[in-house]
Nanobody
Framework: QVKLVESGGGLVQAGGSLRLSCVGS????????MGWYRQAPGKQREAVAI???????NYADSVKGRFTISRDNAKNTVSLQMNGLKPEDTAVYYC???????????????WGQGTQVTVSS
């Protein structure tokens, strides 16, 4: 029902920038939170930046001051601006949304297919 499509990943040198975008589609009554996660090979998936329905944002300590999450309600898009990229930022980045189809429904998590971000030294 809900589809999330990421774009913007690629190969960049250390210190460079990338902007990831996640476009959502489908029937969504409301959302509790949406944002970005990442997973490097052999490591646990971690939350990078989360945007809540109340308008607050939460960032992983490792990306504070470098990454910025934003939302465009008109385009149903969540973006992640990544500046000052480091090799340790290399991972597959996933868009995530916690949504419900109605006010009486449970919350459901949806994931995008992932987009590869590779930062070379």
């Amino acid at each position: 029902q809900v589809k999330l499509v990421e774009s913007g990943g690629g190969l960049v040198q250390a210190g460079g920038s990338l902007r990831l975008s996640c476009v959502g589609s489908g029937t969504i009554f409301s959302f509790n939170a949406m944002g970005w996660y990442r997973q490097a090979p052999g490591k646990q998936r971690e939350a990078v930046a989360i945007f809540t329905s109340g308008g607050s944002t939460n960032y992983a300590d490792s990306v504070k001051g470098r990454f910025t999450i934003s939302r465009d309600n008109a385009k149903n898009t969540v973006s992640l601006q990544m500046n000052g990229l480091k090799p340790e930022d290399t991972a597959v980045y996933y868009c995530n949304a916690e949504v419900r189809p109605s006010i009486r429904s449970s919350w459901y998590n949806y994931w995008g297919q992932g987009t590869q971000v590779t930062v070379s030294s």
